[in-house]
């Protein structure tokens, strides 16, 4: 029995192979043009002034909120379902997480009562773009500018991925990136950062490199920053993911579209999750709602069909002492029934024929005992 893995990649191997033959050759090994390179094309890409390459998505999220001078007691507001790393972001700086639920549909921040929960040591609100979802972007613009805190987009689930024509991430004051290993940009391990904000971006691009925007000639330790640099190599990577982006996002969407018809027939037991293609909206892995969710998993696995499970709710994190809501039904009801299933742009139809075919026997199956 063939193995579904549950990422399936599209690397740009040979391309990139050369690129990092000229990398050696020129001995541009770190931050150095090659990442200039790619920090232009990714401005380009994305139509957004300033683009800062980092490590990874969790240490852009750790610089945006060092560059905003968040930190200790001020409070993020975020909602209760996504990628621990702002949490933990949260917890190296001493800022406290506030807590939001999710839409009733949707794994998407619920912005109804945001700004109850806005109070004089608030400095920002931290929607996450679950799998290429926005969030209500007008609403928060609004809410940020009345109350005069920051925006910070979590959009490392939806690289180029837009809400009416302009890309999720580059609406608010900093946009958060991840180009890990299962997402539809990666260069292995890696992120970046984007902006409009001139001083906002010089800044960052300081701080990435241990305050110093020339790390050759210093004189004086008097600026705050740290190690949040990516390689030549990755940069090099991601140069050549960049130019297929589109196509990418084109697979996904038709892998996405194509799952859900085969099982369309099946929708009292398995439906994907609300998601809206019309206004650019991608999703990043095949998700859907599913009944009997943990025999269903044991039952993929039997099968040698890769998956995975929601992300935990953060309410439950033990290392920190969260504020906010005391109840999260709807991200509690999403983390219990929701599952990702095989994806990725380099996933074949044949491989979605196989999981259709295997989960139609698991729920046929079932509804005949």
């Known amino acids: 029995m063939k193995k579904i893995q549950w990422w399936h990649k599209d690397l740009e191997k040979k391309n990139f192979l050369k690129n990092i033959e000229s990398i050696i050759q020129k001995e541009d090994l770190?931050?150095?043009n090659t990442t200039k390179n790619y920090e232009k094309l990714i401005s380009k890409t994305l139509n957004v002034k300033h683009s800062i390459a980092v490590s990874s998505g969790s240490m852009g999220t750790l610089l945006a909120f060092l560059a905003l001078d968040i930190g200790v007691n001020d409070e993020v507001i975020v909602p209760n379902i996504g990628w621990i790393s702002v949490i933990n972001a949260c917890k190296i700086i001493g800022a406290k997480p506030v807590l939001v639920d999710v839409e009733k549909d949707r794994p998407i921040i619920d912005c109804t009562n945001i700004e109850k929960m806005i109070s004089k040591k608030t400095?920002?609100?931290f929607p996450i773009y679950m799998n290429g979802r926005?969030?209500?972007?007008?609403k928060l613009k609004k809410?940020?500018?009345?109350?005069?805190?920051f925006l910070v987009e979590d959009s490392a689930q939806a690289v180029g991925v837009k809400k009416t024509n302009k890309y999720l991430g580059t609406f608010g004051d900093v946009g958060i990136f991840s180009t890990s290993a299962t997402k539809l940009l990666t260069t292995g391990l890696g992120g970046f950062l984007v902006t409009n904000n001139k001083k906002l971006a010089k800044k960052m691009y300081n701080m990435r490199r241990h305050g110093f925007s020339n790390i050759q000639n210093i004189r004086h330790w008097d600026k705050f920053g740290g190690n949040f640099q990516i390689i030549s190599m990755q940069s090099a990577m991601g140069i050549e993911q960049l130019k297929t982006l589109r196509k990418k996002l084109r697979l996904n969407k038709r892998n996405y579209l194509y799952l859900s018809k085969k099982l369309k027939d099946l929708r009292n037991f398995i439906k994907p999750i609300k998601i809206d293609f019309k206004k650019g909206e991608v999703p990043v892995y095949n998700e859907f709602?599913?009944?009997n969710r943990e025999k269903l998993v044991k039952f993929l696995n039997k099968?040698?069909?890769e998956n995975r499970l929601v992300s935990p709710n953060f309410e439950r994190?033990?290392?920190?002492?969260?504020?906010?809501?005391?109840t999260f039904p709807n991200s509690v009801d999403y983390e219990k029934n929701n599952l990702y299933l095989?994806?990725?742009p380099g996933l074949q139809l044949k491989d979605l024929d196989e999981m259709a075919k295997k989960i139609r026997k698991f729920y046929t199956d079932n509804i005949n005992r």
Request: charged share 30%; aromatic share 2%; proline share 0%.
């Open 289 to 291: 709602r599913v009944q």
């Open 30 to 32: 770190t931050t150095g």
């Open 342 to 344: 095989t994806s990725g």
């Open 317 to 326: 994190v033990k290392y920190m002492n969260l504020k906010g809501k005391k």
């Open 123 to 125: 400095k920002a609100i």
């Open 303 to 305: 099968n040698k069909i």
């Open 143 to 149: 809410i940020c500018k009345k109350t005069n805190i």
């Open 134 to 138: 926005a969030a209500d972007i007008k």
